[in-house]
DNA sequence: TCTATTTTGTATCGTTCAATACCGAAAGAT
DNA sequence: ATCTTTCGGTATTGAACGATACAAAATAGA
């Protein structure tokens, strides 16, 4: 019923997947029209035709990568378990996921698009959200563990948050610099030998 | 005697400081020579007569960021004091240039090109090549407390180096982000309360 | 002053970019 | 079988890319 004309002669879901790994290896903007087609296995109007636009095409690019690399980076903040164990899962996955066989390394959210210009301004503010959002899931997984007592009150959140995010945006570079899935797992562990002085520090700049 | 023909009518070196902000701002593939050249005050034939090509010219931009920008982030390390105070100082000085009023935010080095083409990957290299003799040179000053016996033997030197400079890469993204200061500044000193139980665990894997 | 040498500004090179016009081909609807 | 609708493939669009050809202009040395 809905399909009245000629009927699409590709996987739409399966081109999808070749154009996020593009998008993944080269970002948003060294990606060209050439290579995607070429990877997606067809031609360019029928990219247009399917998708509206490169931008469109990126942004479903993302989706997909959230709802697949997402899910199993994230995955510990779904599943019940302490803060702590939540944080550490998510930098183990993310070392894991960042330096799989096979898959460009690193993160396409952090990596697909990290300078403006004039053509990818929308993307990057679109990645930039998806990023402090991240930021807001986890600062809200750690107020939640402060309202559960399992932290002090005195925990900073926000800094917390801001702290291990930076740990994970940084193993997406050194994964882009070849990094072993030994070394980024490194990474992760280093992180977590702060979380006994964060959580029980005095809120406002423990350290120094 | 060395000046034979017409002279220069531009300060190379002035111009060459433009070039670097707008590198520093577009990255290597972002920045175009349109761009270069307007904020330059020159007209591409100049510019390739005095630098030779745009990737020449990147480098020469990325040599001066490294000569002054470089400088200030990195000079706890030539300066005496222990290891802690290098590396805390590193970060903090790294969250206060990443976040200079009227500067471009983050890190060049870090954010200029992360993603490779066929026209960028001499420079993706390059880059790659000074974030992995950051971390050797950190790891250096890390194996030096140990030796002058201000570390245990114990101290995993590489793995505590990756895990910093992972912040310090991190906050690069988040500058761009547009975090602040202050939050950089936390992202600093919350990795500093990782460095008791990182220099004194058994080395492999302390945390988890 | 004349020649050699280098820089300057204009105008443009060929290539690649993202995005379409066009038309024959392949399906459902009647 | 014919009409309508949508898709596929070829060829191409105008714009932007990095990089130069060229000749006038400006200096040093003779």
Redesign the pocket.
């Known amino acids: ?1 809905s ?8 996987d739409r879901d399966a081109a999808l997947r070749q154009a996020m790994r593009v998008f993944w290896k080269k970002g948003y903007d060294g ?5 995607l087609t070429t990877a997606m296995g ?5 990219l ?3 998708f509206g ?3 469109a095409l990126f942004r479903e690019a993302v989706d997909l990568y959230g709802a697949t690399e997402g899910v199993d980076i994230w995955g510990a903040f779904e599943r019940p378990g302490s803060a702590r164990e939540a944080i550490s899962d998510l930098l183990r996955a993310s070392a894991r996921a960042f330096s799989e066989p096979g898959d460009p390394r690193g993160c396409l959210i952090v990596l697909g698009a990290l300078n403006v210009s004039e ?1 990818n301004a929308e993307v990057f503010r679109d990645l930039s959200e998806r990023r402090m959002s991240s930021a807001r899931d986890l600062a809200g997984r750690l107020k939640q563990a402060v309202a559960a007592g399992e932290l002090p009150e005195s925990a900073d959140c926000d800094a917390i948050s801001a702290f291990y995010l930076a740990v994970q945006q940084g193993m997406s570079v050194q994964a882009r610099d070849g990094a072993s899935r030994a070394a980024l797992l490194a990474i992760a562990d280093g992180a977590m030998a702060a979380w006994d002085a964060l959580t029980a520090g005095s809120g406002r700049n423990a350290g120094a």
Do not use: C
């Open positions: 019923m399909q009245k004309g000629r009927p699409r002669s590709f990606a060209s029209l050439a290579e067809i031609n360019s109007p029928s247009y035709a399917a636009s490169k931008e053509t």
